[in-house]
């Protein structure tokens, strides 16, 4: 158990913004602070969009210069960012150009043609496990190869995005276990990059670095960076690079018998398990196995979450000033169940208006079509609830064992009604919090690296006692019931 005071630094990279956040380790209990925030823009030009890596290492050392200027004596670094995207390095060791977005349109179609020209879709999910989009790393990969991209002919090495920031910082390259998992490249079976797929884009295990598991020493800030920041050699962990990852591992369970539920923009439901889950099942209902901490996979599914209530309050003028909360104590007051739709319809991936396509989907659907913000944040509700019961439903015949509970992490893990409908519709207590999930995952992975911490179990119990979880037990259980049978008609 931690004794002294101990501070360590996480640098949290989302796809729109980034953070730098001091984690304080003080018997038993941790606290964050945030150091800085700054956004991730996106750079359009020649065709293409980028990520700007020059201006999120900058930022980076802004803070650890302010660390620095306010003698805060640091432990170690840690960074966690999203998944997919990666940097080509060349012979000399520099960077060959800004990383490509996922974002970019370049690889629409691309699935298609490399199950055609390369191998077949099957065997891709047989060897990785993970689900089809179109943006995943192979596909980036392949879609370069077959275009000739000039940074990638001249590549000597291929480095994911959390991957070449502690490059960037140490000059150690290596592939972290749960950011290289996201790339449709790794197969869990064997724990490394698989030769098949990597020789379907040109590149073979040399061109990236050695596979590290969360909690390892990467190596200590160079010789420039300690004279950028005015810092020492202070070591650099892999922690969770995938920022899902960091989440999960910062689930307080008391047991492997949860789910969780990573709530936001986008919704992300599933299971700790010792072993990928690859079957024709999971195939079909397009689940994904990624890798998580200690030699387990994250083996979840992906929903569309609070995109929906997000979208549409954008196109509400007139409730701009009006809260989170008083909207939805407004929405509490509408008859539940009166509209549903299938959050995960395609129609409501990127409408013009979320607004409309709500509305159309109900009146395709002979639906009452919700007219007022409330009742249509009240639709939005119910049919979240409705949704995260069917993954959870199958989530319970794929585990191994029995879930006894929910835990909602993440910024939707402050949406009371919507925990409330979780618990009710999938019948199980949920358990609510923290909403900072990835940046204490991030830090307590460093502490497990310096020996501060053992192993999860003591991280997740360091981390049920220093924040305020809510507990919300199900409610209106043969209305609830009734209710599914029909969302159920409505998804198909």
């Known amino acids: 158990m931690i004794e002294n005071k101990k501070y360590f630094f996480a640098i949290d990279l989302g796809a729109t913004s980034g953070r730098t956040i001091i984690g304080t380790l003080h018997e038993g209990k941790m606290k964050l602070e945030e150091l800085t925030r700054f956004d991730n823009h996106i750079i359009e030009t020649g065709g293409h969009f980028y990520w700007d890596i020059y201006a999120l290492y900058h930022e980076i050392i802004l803070g650890l210069k302010l660390a620095h200027d306010r003698e805060i004596p640091i432990q170690s670094i840690g960074i966690d960012t999203w998944g997919c995207d990666f940097v080509f390095v060349g012979q000399d060791g520099a960077l060959m150009r800004n990383p490509m977005s996922y974002r970019d349109p370049c690889t629409m179609g691309t699935m298609d043609d490399y199950f055609k020209k390369a191998i077949s879709k099957d065997k891709v999910y047989e060897k990785t496990g993970i689900q089809f989009m179109n943006f995943n790393s192979l596909f980036q990969l392949y879609q370069m190869h077959v275009s000739k991209n000039s940074a990638m002919l001249h590549a000597q090495q291929v480095l994911f995005i959390p991957d070449a920031l502690s490059y960037m910082l140490t000059g150690k390259a290596i592939c972290e276990y749960t950011i290289s998992s996201t790339s449709q490249l790794l197969n869990p079976k064997t724990g490394d990059l698989d030769e098949e797929l990597l020789q379907s884009t040109g590149l073979n295990r040399e061109n990236f670095g050695k596979m590290t598991r969360p909690a390892t020493v990467i190596g200590s800030l160079t010789d420039e960076i300690q004279k950028l920041t005015g810092l020492g050699s202070i070591p650099v962990i892999a922690v969770a690079g995938h920022d899902t990852a960091s989440a999960v591992a910062a689930v307080p369970a008391k047991d492997e ?23 024709d099942k999971s195939f ?35 409730i701009k000033n009006l809260g989170h909360q008083k909207l939805q104590a407004q929405a509490a007051q509408e008859p539940g169940f009166r509209s549903l739709i299938n959050p995960d319809d395609p129609v409501f991936a990127n409408p013009a208006s979320m607004v409309a396509a709500i509305q159309n989907y109900c009146t395709e659907h002979q639906e009452p079509v919700p007219e007022s913000p409330a009742q249509i944040c009240r639709c939005i509700f119910d049919s979240l609830a409705l949704r995260y019961r069917q993954v959870f439903n199958w989530l319970k015949e794929f585990a191994p064992f029995p879930i006894n509970t929910l835990h909602i992490i993440g910024g939707g893990s402050l949406n009371v009604m919507l925990n409330q409908f979780t618990a009710n519709s999938c019948g199980v207590p949920v358990l609510a919090g923290p909403q900072e999930g990835t940046a204490i995952g991030n830090i307590m992975l460093q502490a497990k690296a310096s020996g501060d911490v053992k192993d999860i179990k003591e991280m997740r119990k360091i981390i049920a006692d220093s924040i305020d979880l809510r507990r919300y037990e199900p409610q209106d259980k043969e209305q609830w019931d009734a209710v599914y049978q029909k969302y159920l008609k409505i998804c198909k």
């Open 257 to 279: 018998k949860f789910a969780y539920l990573s709530s936001g923009t986008w919704s992300l439901m599933g299971i700790e398990n010792q072993q990928a889950i690859i079957n």
């Open 284 to 318: 079909k209902l397009n689940f994904t196995n990624e890798g998580g901490i200690e030699g387990t996979t994250r083996f979840l599914k992906n929903i569309c979450g609070m995109w929906l209530y997000e979208r549409c309050r954008s196109e509400w003028p007139e």
